[in-house]
């Protein structure tokens, strides 16, 4: 992050703000994903997260504590920052 | 400086959670040119997070009245609260409640149509009788019906968002008038001057002073920290409540839904120990009742777990249907943090920083008022409400479904008293350049390039110490240690270095301009509590254990300028019942 010129830094600043969100909860799920398993994702996965954070607040706890059924499109990347929430 | 893109307005809201976008509804719906300032997405503001509900005497379920609130509030807040404000919140709760409903908050209900409500910690019938059930909710949303409304009303109104911009700091003239702020567009690292006619600030509190606590990463207390810089003190800062239930280690709060319905803590021998503490509300009773019992259970050795550093809340008894219907999500929480299951095995709890009492001083119109002679003055075109605010109605202590309540309230009421001043006020005011010039160096201040220490650990330095030095029980020699602690923090943060210098959407040098906020609120929040030499509410001092309403019964404000302190009286006159005067406060 020390010299974020190229695209990729400038989309991870982007994401890592579109990270913070209103409740606790979420920034310690989302915020440690991006750190550690967002460089690690597919291009579809990396839309996927984008959908994702589109969300309102409570929809996206509820999704990624396992209260509703993410949308097919979602699964994967929900289920990935679950695997990774410690 | 010249080349800055300047925009105006009559009113410009920084902070769009509850109580900024209430206020900016009634100022847009006046035909007001507002604009709203927010660092995150509106609907992503704090107020999202509020599950428990808002507070009103509908007297649907047990029967209430608003004196009976007004008794609870005042008593929750070790008489601290200013008692005119209580009941003129207290008091608009009914009509605001159902306003809410009418703009289609959906409401959990009773069978026969009309809103629940549960009961919460302090809640009174006549006085400081039997429970009371007082607090209305949309099932755990109730935070997010409430900002998403207020959001969707706004945008039909046409208040002007500037969405993802950081407030930098106000501007003002040598009359002492607030004339606006100068902000950073976050994405483009662009800054902007936004010139207006009265400027409120709703930027919410500062959890984030602390390792464990249970405010979202944003609540850094920026509102706050510009007013301190702006020559303004701050109130009661020594007042911060933690909540008693944080998930041990982590933070995140279990609500005290739990214990309304039926939750309860016990320590590491398996004793209910709040029958000890509360012998009546046992553990129901007010949040640093409950924070400093656990605290007491563990210091005394009487923790659970290996550590014997927590207690645990027991919910198995409730059964799998109730935990579904009334507390949802709380279980799929603790599963996804703890790998544990709630229906067959206890929460590990513990106090957890959670709601900031003190905050800019302001009259129940929402003003700002600072002292002068005997009396106060207002400082002409600024307002703060919400938590960020200190009215105050929250005292030493804030009650459960009061939060929300807050920021409905005043916020029409401080949308409506900007709505006369601008009345007043039609041009304006020139904005001198050196208070841009203030400003901008603040910000300019990071643009250095060299040698020096990065900001990244500091932020973890700061909450580590107003954890351990500033936490539910203080002394003398703690909080000492912690305040030099911080100001050597504040030291190492002024000679700090930023390795991006970029400009699109770079994140380190909000979080370097967030941190130097923080400092500035610890070092407030620790001089205030050492200069209150009682324990009252949320501030318990190991040396000095007694409420003292002879020399106390005041409000601390903190200057900035020479870190020192000054007092006010607390306003012990309602406007129309009698005072609720101060007494020993059981439950």
Not at chain 2, 436 to 444: D, N, P, T, V, W
Request: charged residues 25%; contains cysteine.
């Amino acid at each position: 992050m020390s010299h974020p010129d190229t695209a990729a830094d400038s989309e991870l600043a982007r994401l890592r703000w579109r990270c913070r969100r209103g409740m606790l909860e979420l920034d310690l799920l989302l915020l440690p994903f991006v750190e550690r398993g967002w460089a690690g994702l597919d291009p579809t996965a990396k839309e996927a997260f984008w959908r994702l954070l589109d969300l309102p607040d409570p929809t996206l706890l509820e999704l990624l504590l396992g209260l509703a059924p993410p949308p097919d499109p979602l699964s994967d990347v929900v289920a990935a920052i679950r695997a990774t929430a410690a | 400086m010249s080349g800055l893109e300047r925009r105006r307005f009559d009113a410009l809201v920084i902070g769009a959670g509850g109580a900024g976008l209430r206020a900016a509804l009634s100022l847009a719906r006046a035909d007001a040119h507002v604009a709203v300032v927010s660092k995150v997405f509106p609907t992503r503001s704090h107020t999202v997070a509020a599950q428990g509900g808002i507070n009103a005497a509908l007297a649907n379920v047990t029967a209430d009245n608003w004196h009976w609130h007004m008794y609870d509030t005042v008593k929750g807040s070790d008489f601290l609260g200013d008692q005119d404000a209580i009941e003129y919140m207290c008091r608009a709760a009914a009509h605001l409640v159902v306003e809410l409903e009418h703009a289609g908050i959906p409401f959990s209900r009773l069978p026969d149509g009309r809103i629940y409500q549960r009961p919460f910690g302090g809640q009174s019938q006549n006085f400081g009788g039997a429970q009371a059930a007082r607090t209305c909710a949309a099932a755990d949303r109730t935070g997010h019906a409430l900002l998403h409304t207020l959001y969707q009303q706004n945008l039909r109104a046409r208040t002007h968002f500037f969405d993802e911009y950081f407030a930098i700091d106000l501007l003002r003239d040598e009359q002492g008038y607030i004339l606006g702020a100068l902000v950073l567009e976050i994405e483009t690292g662009e800054l902007l001057v936004i010139e207006a006619k009265s400027t409120l600030i709703a930027t919410g509190g500062a959890g984030q002073l602390f390792r464990t606590n249970t405010n979202a990463h944003i609540n850094t207390g920026d509102g706050l920290a510009m007013v301190l810089r702006a020559g303004i003190p701050l109130e009661d800062m020594e007042f911060f409540q933690f909540h008693p239930t944080g998930i041990a280690g982590k933070g995140m709060l279990i609500s005290e839904g739990v214990r309304g319905e039926g939750g309860y803590l016990v320590n590491g021998a398996g004793e209910r120990f709040m029958e000890r503490y509360a012998p009546k509300a046992h553990d129901l009773a007010s949040r640093d009742v409950v924070s400093r019992a656990i605290y007491q259970e563990v210091a005394e050795g009487r923790g659970c777990g290996a550590q014997r550093d927590h207690v645990l809340l027991k919910l198995e008894h409730l059964g799998e249907e109730v935990i579904a219907k009334r507390l949802p999500g709380i279980r799929e929480m603790v599963q996804t943090f703890l790998h544990v299951d709630p229906l067959h095995h206890p929460i590990p709890v513990y106090p957890t920083a959670h709601y900031t009492m003190g905050g800019i001083p302001t009259n129940r119109h929402g003003q700002v008022v600072v002292p002068l002679g005997a009396g106060e003055e207002t400082i002409p075109g600024l307002y703060a409400i919400g938590e960020c605010a200190c009215v105050s109605v929250h005292g030493a202590n804030r009650l459960g479904g009061n939060s929300l309540l807050d920021i409905v309230v005043f916020g029409r009421a401080a949308g409506n008293h900007i709505i006369e001043f601008l009345k007043e006020q039609r041009t304006h005011r020139p904005l001198p350049p050196e208070s841009l010039e203030r400003a901008l160096e603040r910000l300019q201040r990071w643009d250095r390039r060299g040698e020096g220490e990065s900001v990244d650990g500091l932020r973890r330095a700061l909450q580590e110490t107003m954890e351990r030095h500033c936490g539910v029980f203080r002394s003398e020699a703690v909080l000492l240690e912690g305040l030099s602690k911080v100001r050597e923090i504040r030291d190492r943060l002024a000679h700090a270095i930023l390795k991006d210098h970029s400009r699109i959407f770079n994140t380190a040098r909000i979080e370097a301009l967030e941190l130097e906020n923080l400092v500035e609120l610890g070092i407030a929040t620790l001089v205030s509590a050492l200069g209150r030499t009682e324990s009252r509410g949320a501030h318990s001092r190991i040396d000095y254990p007694e409420r003292d309403d002879r020399h106390w019964l005041k409000h601390s404000l903190y200057y900035l300028e020479g870190e020192r302190l000054e007092f006010k009286p607390v306003r012990l006159k309602p406007i129309s019942v009698d005072t609720i005067p101060p007494a020993e406060r059981v439950y």
